[in-house]
């Protein structure tokens, strides 16, 4: 997706399997960082509460007994506290805001998980499959609070501007959530492309962004440096996605770990399809023969459907528009850190999300 | 409930109507206060959230065509201003942190309705009714997240301490709801009377109790004295809640506006049945005949009830109990106010709350 060539010019270090290094240390590192605040804000819930919270982390198995724990894969946290350290700040001084920003987005995903009926995350069942809408429901709420009493007593000077960020990004994720619904029950044909393309900006970027600025906001950045760490996290968030896509389509099972195909065949209006029915192409119009609205899913064979996808220019489009994305996030993170050197960690993890299995 | 006859010896000013005219008169104002800094708030939510929550907040109708608007009695708000007022501060510094508890209390109830399948709020069809679940959910989500957002970025010193409490309330609150739906489930007699207790003060009294410190954090006055009123609206909750129960189930129905013993038709565990239950009579025995689980609804004659309660003593044990819990309240509240003159709003109030229609 993006040139390693170009990174190499824009980096004196060598880039590629190196990066990937370089991005699973920074993960591992953060997570080793963050556990310890996220599970002390877990633990301080009311029982109740605490048993749903410690299921969803992974730290408890749905009869209450320990678990090894598996909470993802901190990029989030990982993006406050490079970003923090690429500006010159003191990483240790945002581990509050970094544990802000996963519970934030693990409140996000016990609430998502309700809404679209997701029965999977992270190869276990959903809270609410568990201990039922109610429960779920409650356990975000009361993590929303939680990452928010963790920065409203953070004695930081940008523990406010932070808050104020995230409590934006809540309604930003809200309303991409909001909108993802709303194109779920829409014929394909009646979904633009800069419809989808806004609803992934504020489903995916969003966050990630937010992410980004908190880190400079605590490294006591300007805000013109915050806008432009932000627009880094949104541009790899959008180009994550965009893979994302197209590895839903054509990517290797045996690669992925994922099932060939299943995006096409539950009818996900993904960008590569959005893309190909609104090329205006004749193999766009017969795409949308195959996909309508109505249809029973299992009239259209996937095959066939991801055929018509590329023929329509579906999957040309999300490539590029990827690699697009990502310079734009590339320009952004220049603009933001102007000195390479400092600005290779949060590459990595730029890199590392969006060059995957495929 | 209260005896006016103390409160006139607490208080120079003759109390009883006047009381009621002059709660009446604080309520008006923090609705008129506090609406404009509301519905800006509301107004900054992106189209398809703002639409849920102008809707909740009585705003507009289901079409989208404006109304009148009724957004409830404003008692939350108005205890964070009153509170200010009574120890010094200037209640104008206060707006933004009251709209933030209106804001919390909004979210919980849009949560609350979704949960329980309540159809009715303010004499309207509820939000999920009307849009569904999940966009009740997403605009309960952005309420909480908008009322932060204000206290990150209102300037005066007190906001990040509103804002760690006003979070710490949110989970109790959602603790609270948990513990509502966990005793729905149970037989009335597997529910003790403490639990009903903690679970009325984590709902009820929890949020009144925190707009109270919060106006003290605004007022500048010290950690104590934050404590005392916090615990004075707390009480005051839990009298409200004990005359609640009374009046949902000997309320007079031309009186109070409500149907006559809905709460027993729906064998609602409110705490005069529990205490009856409890009360290890012989008529607290018959009383578990008639409202034991598994009974349909309509088997027992809710007339028939209300009298086994009374004969067990629950109606005795719930009036003589919101009796000293106002005691108490009255306690907190000369605590953290000793002068009786500046402490009249906010009795005012507390009264208010709990002399009602019976």
Chains 1, 2 share one sequence.
Not at 224 to 246: K, M
Not at 259 to 278: I, M
Not at 299 to 318: F, N, S, Y
Request: glycine share 10%; charged share 25%; proline share 6%.
């Amino acid at each position: 997706m993006t040139d390693t060539t170009d990174m190499r010019e824009r980096a004196p270090r060598p880039r590629g399997p190196a990066d990937e290094h370089e991005a699973a240390e920074i993960l591992a590192s953060a997570r080793l960082r963050v556990d310890p605040e996220l599970r002390a804000a877990v633990d301080s819930l009311p029982g109740s509460l605490r048993r749903i919270a410690l299921y969803h982390f992974g730290w408890e198995h749905a009869d209450g007994t320990p678990a090894a724990g598996n909470a993802g894969k901190a990029i989030r946290p990982a993006l406050v506290l490079t970003a923090v350290r690429a500006l010159g700040g003191d990483p240790l001084s945002a581990i509050r805001a970094a544990t802000a920003v996963e519970l934030t987005h693990n409140f996000t995903l016990l609430h998502d998980d309700v809404m679209d009926r997701d029965t999977t995350r992270r190869h276990r069942p959903t809270a609410w499959t568990v201990f039922g809408d109610t429960d779920a429901i409650l356990a975000g709420d009361a993590l929303q609070a939680l990452a928010q009493r963790l920065l409203a007593e953070d004695p930081h000077p940008g523990a406010p501007a932070a808050a104020a960020r995230l409590a934006a990004c809540v309604v930003e994720l809200c309303a991409g959530q909001r909108t993802d619904c709303d194109l779920e029950g829409r014929a394909p044909q009646e979904v633009s492309l800069e419809e989808c393309l806004g609803m992934v900006e504020a489903r995916t970027g969003a966050l990630l962004g937010c992410a980004c600025a908190i880190g400079a906001v605590y490294a006591g950045a300007g805000a013109e440096t915050a806008a432009a760490l932000d627009g880094f996290g949104r541009q790899a968030g959008l180009a994550f996605q965009l893979i994302d896509d197209v590895i839903g389509i054509w990517g290797d099972p045996t690669r992925t770990g994922k099932p060939a195909r299943t995006d096409l065949a539950v009818r996900k209006k993904s960008l590569p399809v959005v893309a190909a029915l609104a090329s205006g192409t004749p193999e766009g119009a017969a795409l949308a023969g195959l996909y309508g609205r109505g249809r029973p899913t299992a009239v259209a064979d996937p095959e066939l459907v991801a055929q018509a996808v590329e023929r329509a220019g579906g999957r040309d489009w999300a490539q590029s528009h990827a690699a697009d994305r990502m310079s734009r996030a590339l320009g952004d993170l220049a603009r933001a850190v102007p000195d390479p050197e400092r600005a290779g960690g949060l590459l990595a993890l730029a890199e590392y999300v969006t060059r995957r299995p495929y």
